[in-house]
């Protein structure tokens, strides 16, 4: 098949916890993304950083309280090290692997601002837990002195939320285009990217965290990818899961994946921001598909469709769509 543009969006659970782990973690992810590179497949990487971000703002917060002299950290700048720390790690073991196969083609990451609306609802309705348990007393106190809110957490205490607000422009999008007009693999918006606000023309960081998937899902069509594809725990998505109505599913229209988000087929914290990525990349890139499988997948579900594969209705009603990349604007375009 012929040389397609896919952006890769890795959950950041699948890293691991520790630095030995997510070295191991990445060296799976790097085995299935070299038999891509080698058929000549442009790509851009973006991942999750979610335990990678909270186990940064906790050393900070924990530091600052018990120890004078060590600051307090932003959720901004949190991202930002995970962003450097994860990068670190994908581009150093996928060069490694590209050696080994005989691949040469470079990789770089590119610490990445997102730009979110500051008047998304999101930033009224906070959701996102980060940070450590508090008492009640704690929180309140802290929610005063602050400014922060707090959510009760199954138990355990009370946590600080942030809002994870929709991605509406990646700042180093021109960055990553010329990147990849070099043919570099390049790793971006990290964690869902550096959430930041436009005020006059001046960029600033705001405490929010935003949505992986979203992130890439954005990227992959102002980059006019072929293919989002989108990793998770599974090598499929399902309908009616659990029940002896359970049915797999392989291949659906968006408007079918609207449906099944109406119905609630899919998990709130699992399967549906996921969906609700695809849609939005397919909204922006009508030509392209889609791809939900997991990391074992990867080479079957560019080659040959395999996981579940949306497509846009119109590209559904193509002949002959089945298994082919998209290719819409050609490789030029990258």
Not at 39 to 59: F, S, T
Not at 61 to 79: K, Q, R, W
Not at 190 to 197: D, H, L, Q, R, Y
Not at 213 to 229: F, N, P, R, V, Y
């Amino acid at each position: 098949m012929n040389p397609s543009r896919i952006v890769v969006a890795l959950g950041g659970n699948a890293l691991g916890k520790t630095p030995t782990e997510q070295k191991e973690a990445i060296a799976v992810v790097a085995d299935a993304l070299v038999e891509l590179l080698k058929k000549n497949h442009r790509l851009v990487i973006g991942h999750g950083n979610g335990p990678q971000v909270g186990a940064i703002n906790l050393a900070f917060e924990y530091g600052h309280a018990v120890e004078a002299g060590i600051p307090e950290m932003p959720f901004a700048e949190c991202n930002a090290m995970s962003q450097g720390y994860i990068g670190y790690h994908m581009q150093q073991v996928l060069s490694n692997k590209l050696r080994e196969n005989g691949v040469n083609r470079p990789v770089a990451s590119v610490v990445t601002q997102v730009e979110v609306d500051p008047q998304d609802h999101a930033f009224q309705n906070p959701t996102k837990p980060v940070g450590l348990f508090y008492t009640k007393e704690e929180s309140e106190s802290l929610a005063a002195k602050r400014g922060w809110t707090f959510i009760e957490d199954s138990g355990r205490g009370y946590r600080r939320v942030v809002p994870s607000p929709l991605p509406k422009n990646i700042v180093e999008l021109e960055t990553v285009r010329a990147m990849l007009s070099s043919n570099i693999v390049v790793i971006t918006v990290g964690g869902g990217g550096i959430p930041v606000v436009n005020t006059g023309g001046q960029l600033t960081g705001t405490d929010a965290v935003i949505d992986k998937d979203e992130s890439s899902s954005l990227i992959a069509a102002q980059l006019g990818a072929d293919t989002l594809l989108v990793l998770t725990g599974v090598p499929n998505m399902y309908i009616n899961f659990g029940t002896p109505e359970q049915q797999q599913l392989d291949e659906i229209t968006a408007s079918e994946a609207a449906r099944y988000l109406e119905e609630g087929q899919f998990g709130t914290g699992s399967m549906k921001p996921k969906v609700e990525a695809c849609l939005r990349f397919l909204e922006g890139q009508p030509n392209g598909r889609a791809i939900v499988t997991s990391i074992e997948n990867v080479t079957r579900a560019i080659e040959e469709g395999a996981g579940t594969v949306i497509r846009s209705d119109a590209a559904m009603r193509t002949p002959h769509h089945q298994h082919a990349p998209a290719m819409a604007g050609g490789m030029g375009s990258w």
